[in-house]
């Protein structure tokens, strides 16, 4: 039966319409039924397969489009170069192809291909690939409803976290109550038996107030005089008794007053009934590949509105190498730690010395400021004001460059190794304790656990810490609630100290023993040497400038190297 009115072309040739049934591939024409049985007997065309036309118009347009005649030469395509992928004809060997030496005859690609393995692997690795999509796709499904699940959990907790709080606050409000009950109680007793004691005076006056008027009036003088002298030591020792109870302090006003204990108001006090954390891990879904292989997902990463760039483009550019600080009373240096300040000047902590050591963007020495205490840790937090703790307590102190002042300073609870400043917010690594995000007040926001020893420097990116493990060489990478996510090694980096992170979620590592310099993307597990040079001896402090795209590097014994990063 006819699909579409498409017309016989045999049949058109001998002017005559007949509506076609079938169409060859070979000849590219449409046959009736009878022109199609004088194509199936002719000698030339009988090895055709025909096909119905509502089978052939089931083929995608791109495959209709596929002709069987070179349109540049009008000719059969006799040939197939597989140098270059594509079928050639006769004319095409003689100009096109005429160098390529891999050129086999049309009808032996083509025969026997849909048998072939090749088309077979094809057709099974499609089969792989929709399994593995629908997998995935259950994945997110199965994913959505436990997010459904753990918001509805997440909800429940908030709730039973508020009443929580409300009840413990209802038990405060009942135990002030109950003590102001007692309190009141007691001061109004005490109050009424005053009452009770000056009511009794009192009538004693009014008595003898009575009685004086009556032997006034009545008594002789002589008995007025001698009763009076009675009367007066009687007053005498009423007026006694009466500033007796004043000294108790029987007439003094008494109140209630209520001060609450909490010094800071409610939003400073509790800013927050807990913590809202997106955790990811490591999907358990297989992939299938036909060809024996099994691949696991790899850990889903948090998209980043800036494209991370390749690891493998990163170069260093040295504006200035091996540039020596100046030494302090003291000829010995140890260079803990270093950062920038806003208008591209460095400051280094020289722990031996008691300063920081302050230099020009050029690499000029411009200042040192001395200090009371022998300094660690630096980080840049904005107005040339920069956070120094001190290597022997728990204390971080805010310093004003230009003034070389301490400003005011926190304390937190433990040894500081390590602090990053970024986004108004502190990264403190305390030994043995774990990691304290602060603000800029010292307010604890959250602490992270770890588990791991020998750590000395630790960045925070894109909600993950990064933390220098040097005894074991590697970095180690743990989210905000202390689960480890991943290790990064390389053969050739010793002793990972120092960490910087750049705004491109770029890490970059100083290699203490094998004198180097490391990249890291914060997405990838591929560790990039950047930098080696006999000078960078002991390489540990490091820091990354955002806004001029500068790596600062400095070694334990003083001597300083600022790169330009070219991405």
């Known amino acids: 039966m006819a699909t579409g009115g498409r017309l016989c072309d045999i049949c058109q040739i001998r002017d005559v319409t007949v509506f076609a049934t079938d169409w060859c591939p070979e000849c590219e ?7 199609k049985l004088y194509h199936s007997a002719s000698k030339l065309s009988k090895t055709h397969e025909t096909i119905p036309f509502e089978c052939f118009d089931k083929l995608p347009a791109v495959v209709k489009e596929i002709k069987n005649d070179c349109p540049d030469h009008v000719a059969r395509f006799e040939y197939y170069c597989s140098q270059h992928e594509l079928p050639c004809c006769v004319e095409c060997m003689k100009t096109t192809h005429s160098e390529c030496r891999n050129l086999t005859p049309m009808h032996k690609v083509v025969e026997h291909f849909k048998t072939s393995n090749a088309l077979s692997d094809f057709e099974q690795t499609l089969s792989d690939l929709l399994n593995n999509l629908n997998s995935l796709m259950k994945g997110r499904f199965d994913n959505i409803s436990l997010l459904a699940d753990e918001k509805e959990k997440c909800l429940k907790e908030i709730a039973d976290t508020k009443r929580n709080v409300i009840a413990h606050l209802d038990q405060l409000e009942t135990k002030l109550k109950t003590e102001i009950e007692e309190l009141h109680q007691e001061r109004f007793q005490a109050i009424e038996q005053t009452i009770k004691e000056f009511e009794v005076l009192k009538t004693n006056v009014a008595k003898m107030q009575e009685e004086a008027g009556v032997i006034k009036e009545y008594a002789s003088d002589f008995q007025l005089f001698i009763a009076f002298r009675e009367f007066e030591s009687t007053v005498n020792s009423l007026e006694t008794d009466v ?10 006003q008494i109140s209630i007053s209520f001060s609450p204990n909490v010094e800071l108001a409610i939003e400073t006090l509790l800013p927050s009934l807990g913590n809202v954390n997106v955790i990811t891990k490591e999907s358990d879904i297989k992939l299938v590949n036909h060809r024996g292989k099994q691949a696991q997902l790899l850990t889903i990463e948090t998209p980043c509105i800036d494209k991370i760039p390749c690891i493998d483009k990163i170069q260093l550019t040295a504006v200035f190498e091996s540039v020596q600080l100046q030494s302090g009373k003291d000829k010995k240096f140890i260079i803990c730690d270093s950062c920038f300040l806003e208008n591209g000047r460095l400051v280094f902590s020289d722990k031996w010395n008691k300063r920081l050591i302050v230099f020009k963007d050029n690499g000029l020495y411009e200042k ?31 310093i004003s460059i230009e003034r070389s002042l301490v400003d005011n300073s926190f304390e937190v609870d433990g040894i500081i190794c390590s602090l990053s400043f970024t986004k108004g917010r502190f990264l403190i690594l305390v030994n043995g304790k774990g990691c304290y995000i602060t603000d800029i007040d010292g307010n604890i926001l959250n602490k992270i656990p770890y588990s791991v020893r020998d750590l000395i420097y630790a960045v925070l990116l894109n909600e993950k810490i990064y933390y220098s493990q040097w005894k ?15 290790e990064y090694k390389d053969i050739n980096l010793k002793a990972p100290l120092g960490v910087a992170c750049s705004d491109k979620n770029v890490l970059f590592i100083t290699g203490f023993k094998s004198n180097n310099i ?12 950047l930098y080696c040079n006999s000078n960078l001896s002991r390489p540990r402090a490091i820091s990354y400038n955002d806004s001029k795209q500068q790596l600062l590097v400095s070694t334990e014994d003083g001597k300083v190297f600022l790169f330009d990063v070219i991405y």
């Not at 024409?29 to 022109?35: D, G, I, N, T």
């Not at 074991?472 to 991943?486: K, Q, T, W």
């Not at 890291?520 to 597990?525: E, F, K, P, R, Y």
């Open 29 to 35: 024409q449409s046959f009736c039924e009878p022109c």
């Open 518 to 529: 490391y990249a890291l993307a914060s997405n990838g597990n591929e560790l990039k040497e």
């Open 472 to 486: 074991e060489d590697r970095v180690v990478c743990y989210d905000l609630n202390g689960i480890y996510i991943h």
């Open 368 to 398: 040192g400021i001395s200090l009371p205490f022998m300094p660690n840790a630096v980080a840049n937090i904005k107005d040339n004001r920069i956070a120094v703790s001190d290597c022997n307590c728990n204390k971080i102190s805010m």
């Open 243 to 252: 500033q007796s109870l004043i000294k108790r302090d029987s007439a003094r």
